[in-house]
Protein backbone atom coordinates (compact mmCIF):
# COMPACT_ATOMS: atom_id res chain seq x y z
CA UNK A 1 0.00 0.00 0.00
CA UNK A 2 1.57 3.61 -0.51
CA UNK A 3 -0.18 4.94 2.80
CA UNK A 4 -1.78 8.23 3.06
CA UNK A 5 -1.28 10.45 -0.18
CA UNK A 6 -1.77 14.16 0.27
CA UNK A 7 -1.63 16.82 -2.41
CA UNK A 8 -0.03 19.40 -2.37
CA UNK A 9 2.72 18.65 -0.66
CA UNK A 10 3.22 22.69 -0.38
CA UNK A 11 1.26 25.90 -1.01
CA UNK A 12 1.67 29.21 -0.90
CA UNK A 13 -1.08 31.25 -1.63
CA UNK A 14 -2.44 35.16 -0.96
CA UNK A 15 -4.60 36.34 1.10
CA UNK A 16 -8.46 36.18 0.08
CA UNK A 17 -7.50 33.19 -2.03
CA UNK A 18 -8.91 29.66 -1.44
CA UNK A 19 -6.63 27.26 -0.74
CA UNK A 20 -8.19 23.32 -1.29
CA UNK A 21 -5.99 19.89 0.29
CA UNK A 22 -6.34 16.89 -0.72
CA UNK A 23 -6.52 13.01 0.92
CA UNK A 24 -6.35 9.87 -0.10
CA UNK A 25 -6.44 7.38 2.63
CA UNK A 26 -5.44 3.78 3.43
CA UNK A 27 -7.34 1.38 1.30
CA UNK A 28 -10.22 -0.51 3.77
CA UNK A 29 -9.53 2.27 6.60
CA UNK A 30 -12.78 3.67 7.27
CA UNK A 31 -11.81 6.62 9.78
CA UNK A 32 -10.26 10.03 8.20
CA UNK A 33 -8.37 12.52 9.99
CA UNK A 34 -7.27 16.18 9.26
CA UNK A 35 -4.85 17.57 11.57
CA UNK A 36 -2.93 21.26 11.57
CA UNK A 37 0.38 21.60 12.99
CA UNK A 38 2.28 24.97 14.51
CA UNK A 39 5.34 25.31 16.67
CA UNK A 40 2.72 27.40 18.80
CA UNK A 41 -0.47 24.92 19.17
CA UNK A 42 1.29 21.79 18.44
CA UNK A 43 -0.85 18.64 16.45
CA UNK A 44 -4.28 20.09 16.90
CA UNK A 45 -7.74 17.81 15.56
CA UNK A 46 -9.48 19.72 12.81
CA UNK A 47 -11.89 17.33 11.77
CA UNK A 48 -12.59 13.44 11.65
CA UNK A 49 -15.15 11.02 9.66
CA UNK A 50 -16.32 7.51 10.48
CA UNK A 51 -17.07 6.02 6.69
CA UNK A 52 -17.40 8.65 5.13
CA UNK A 53 -19.34 11.00 7.73
CA UNK A 54 -18.01 13.61 9.81
CA UNK A 55 -18.08 12.70 13.42
CA UNK A 56 -16.52 15.64 14.70
CA UNK A 57 -15.83 18.79 13.66
CA UNK A 58 -15.57 20.92 16.78
CA UNK A 59 -12.03 21.97 16.67
CA UNK A 60 -12.51 23.70 12.61
CA UNK A 61 -11.36 27.21 13.65
CA UNK A 62 -14.13 28.81 11.67
CA UNK A 63 -16.65 29.18 9.16
CA UNK A 64 -13.69 29.48 6.60
CA UNK A 65 -12.88 25.83 7.09
CA UNK A 66 -14.90 22.83 5.39
CA UNK A 67 -14.11 19.84 4.77
CA UNK A 68 -15.76 16.86 2.50
CA UNK A 69 -15.65 13.37 2.07
CA UNK A 70 -17.33 12.45 -0.97
CA UNK A 71 -16.42 8.71 -0.97
CA UNK A 72 -14.17 6.52 0.83
CA UNK A 73 -11.03 6.94 -1.01
CA UNK A 74 -10.92 11.15 -1.10
CA UNK A 75 -11.47 13.85 1.34
CA UNK A 76 -10.86 17.80 1.11
CA UNK A 77 -9.76 20.42 3.38
CA UNK A 78 -10.70 23.67 1.85
CA UNK A 79 -10.04 27.14 3.24
CA UNK A 80 -11.90 30.28 1.90
CA UNK A 81 -11.09 32.72 2.11
CA UNK A 82 -7.67 32.06 3.61
CA UNK A 83 -5.50 33.86 5.90
CA UNK A 84 -1.78 34.32 7.11
CA UNK A 85 -2.71 32.76 10.19
CA UNK A 86 -3.88 29.49 8.50
CA UNK A 87 0.06 29.09 7.43
CA UNK A 88 0.86 25.95 9.19
CA UNK A 89 1.07 22.09 8.24
CA UNK A 90 -1.93 20.21 7.61
CA UNK A 91 -1.92 16.01 7.79
CA UNK A 92 -4.60 13.99 6.61
CA UNK A 93 -4.54 10.77 8.63
CA UNK A 94 -6.22 7.58 8.22
CA UNK A 95 -7.37 4.24 10.14
CA UNK A 96 -9.29 1.33 10.93
CA UNK A 97 -10.64 -0.03 14.61
CA UNK A 98 -8.91 -3.17 13.63
CA UNK A 99 -9.10 -6.65 15.75
CA UNK A 100 -8.12 -5.80 18.79
CA UNK A 101 -9.78 -1.95 18.54
CA UNK A 102 -6.54 -0.23 18.09
CA UNK A 103 -6.91 2.90 16.27
CA UNK A 104 -3.29 3.44 15.36
CA UNK A 105 -3.59 5.75 13.21
CA UNK A 106 -1.55 6.26 9.73
CA UNK A 107 -0.61 9.96 8.80
CA UNK A 108 0.52 11.38 5.74
CA UNK A 109 3.69 13.65 4.59
CA UNK A 110 1.64 16.70 5.13
CA UNK A 111 0.52 20.05 3.20
CA UNK A 112 2.42 22.72 4.27
CA UNK A 113 0.32 26.06 3.88
CA UNK A 114 1.90 29.53 3.41
CA UNK A 115 -0.31 32.41 2.94
CA UNK A 116 0.94 35.86 2.59
CA UNK B 1 -11.05 20.61 29.77
CA UNK B 2 -8.93 17.54 28.95
CA UNK B 3 -5.33 18.74 28.78
CA UNK B 4 -2.45 16.70 27.98
CA UNK B 5 1.52 17.43 28.86
CA UNK B 6 4.68 16.57 27.88
CA UNK B 7 8.01 18.39 28.64
CA UNK B 8 8.56 20.82 26.48
CA UNK B 9 12.28 21.21 26.86
CA UNK B 10 14.59 19.00 24.97
CA UNK B 11 16.02 16.26 26.46
CA UNK B 12 19.62 15.47 25.43
CA UNK B 13 21.13 12.21 26.44
CA UNK B 14 24.64 10.37 25.50
CA UNK B 15 24.43 7.82 22.88
CA UNK B 16 23.83 4.19 24.82
CA UNK B 17 21.57 6.04 27.80
CA UNK B 18 18.12 5.50 28.81
CA UNK B 19 16.06 8.06 27.59
CA UNK B 20 12.83 8.52 29.68
CA UNK B 21 9.94 11.01 28.24
CA UNK B 22 6.74 11.57 29.91
CA UNK B 23 3.38 12.19 29.38
CA UNK B 24 1.15 13.86 31.63
CA UNK B 25 -2.81 14.05 31.58
CA UNK B 26 -5.44 15.61 33.76
CA UNK B 27 -9.69 15.62 33.45
CA UNK B 28 -9.70 12.41 31.24
CA UNK B 29 -9.87 8.76 31.66
CA UNK B 30 -8.43 7.63 28.36
CA UNK B 31 -9.07 3.94 27.40
CA UNK B 32 -5.46 3.69 25.99
CA UNK B 33 -3.13 5.67 24.89
CA UNK B 34 -0.15 5.78 21.72
CA UNK B 35 2.86 7.01 21.31
CA UNK B 36 4.23 8.16 17.90
CA UNK B 37 7.59 9.62 16.37
CA UNK B 38 8.11 12.51 14.34
CA UNK B 39 10.66 13.43 12.32
CA UNK B 40 11.11 17.18 10.44
CA UNK B 41 9.23 17.29 7.71
CA UNK B 42 7.29 13.96 8.07
CA UNK B 43 3.92 12.94 9.45
CA UNK B 44 3.87 11.36 12.88
CA UNK B 45 4.77 7.60 12.65
CA UNK B 46 3.38 4.69 15.31
CA UNK B 47 5.20 3.13 17.35
CA UNK B 48 3.44 1.86 20.55
CA UNK B 49 0.28 1.71 22.70
CA UNK B 50 -0.82 0.93 25.87
CA UNK B 51 -4.84 0.10 27.45
CA UNK B 52 -5.65 1.34 30.48
CA UNK B 53 -5.88 -2.07 32.19
CA UNK B 54 -2.33 -2.65 31.22
CA UNK B 55 0.88 -1.20 33.42
CA UNK B 56 4.02 -2.25 30.86
CA UNK B 57 4.60 -3.08 27.02
CA UNK B 58 7.50 -3.76 25.46
CA UNK B 59 8.99 -3.84 21.88
CA UNK B 60 12.63 -4.33 21.60
CA UNK B 61 14.11 -0.93 22.60
CA UNK B 62 11.46 0.67 23.68
CA UNK B 63 8.97 -0.02 26.89
CA UNK B 64 5.73 2.38 27.73
CA UNK B 65 4.31 2.37 31.20
CA UNK B 66 0.34 3.34 31.99
CA UNK B 67 -0.43 4.90 35.71
CA UNK B 68 -3.41 5.64 35.68
CA UNK B 69 -3.81 6.68 39.34
CA UNK B 70 -0.79 9.59 38.76
CA UNK B 71 -2.63 9.61 35.18
CA UNK B 72 0.94 9.61 33.50
CA UNK B 73 2.30 7.62 31.13
CA UNK B 74 6.58 7.24 30.70
CA UNK B 75 8.31 6.03 27.37
CA UNK B 76 11.73 4.59 27.84
CA UNK B 77 14.35 3.66 24.77
CA UNK B 78 16.78 2.17 26.14
CA UNK B 79 20.86 1.91 24.91
CA UNK B 80 19.70 4.92 22.80
CA UNK B 81 21.16 5.73 19.26
CA UNK B 82 21.70 9.30 17.29
CA UNK B 83 19.14 7.59 14.79
CA UNK B 84 16.53 8.12 18.02
CA UNK B 85 16.57 11.75 17.55
CA UNK B 86 13.18 12.75 16.42
CA UNK B 87 10.26 14.47 18.45
CA UNK B 88 8.14 11.76 20.29
CA UNK B 89 4.38 12.46 20.70
CA UNK B 90 2.05 10.76 23.25
CA UNK B 91 -1.90 10.96 22.51
CA UNK B 92 -4.92 9.66 24.44
CA UNK B 93 -8.41 8.04 23.46
CA UNK B 94 -11.44 6.81 24.60
CA UNK B 95 -12.72 3.78 22.12
CA UNK B 96 -14.38 6.37 19.38
CA UNK B 97 -10.97 6.54 17.18
CA UNK B 98 -10.21 10.03 18.05
CA UNK B 99 -6.93 10.74 19.50
CA UNK B 100 -5.75 14.07 21.89
CA UNK B 101 -2.25 14.61 21.37
CA UNK B 102 0.27 16.20 23.62
CA UNK B 103 2.82 18.76 22.38
CA UNK B 104 5.49 16.18 21.75
CA UNK B 105 9.06 16.16 23.20
CA UNK B 106 12.15 16.41 20.90
CA UNK B 107 14.96 14.05 21.83
CA UNK B 108 18.49 14.47 20.85
CA UNK B 109 21.40 11.77 21.40
CA UNK B 110 24.90 12.60 21.13
CA UNK B 111 27.14 10.01 19.55
Known amino acids: DAGVIQSPRHEVTEMGQEVTLRCKPI?????LFWYRQTMMRGLELLIY????????DSGMPEDRFSAKMPNASFSTLKIQPSEPRDSAVYFC??????????????FGPGTRLTVT | SQKIEQNSEALNIQEGKTATLTCNYT??????LQWYRQDPGRGPVFLLL?????KEKRKERLKVTFDTTLKQSLFHITASQPADSATYLC??????????FGQGTTLQVKP
Open chain 1, 93 to 106: ASSSRGLAGRYEQY
Open chain 1, 27 to 31: SGHDY
Open chain 1, 49 to 56: FNNNVPID
Open chain 2, 27 to 32: NYSPAY
Open chain 2, 50 to 54: IRENE
Open chain 2, 91 to 100: AFSSNTGKLI
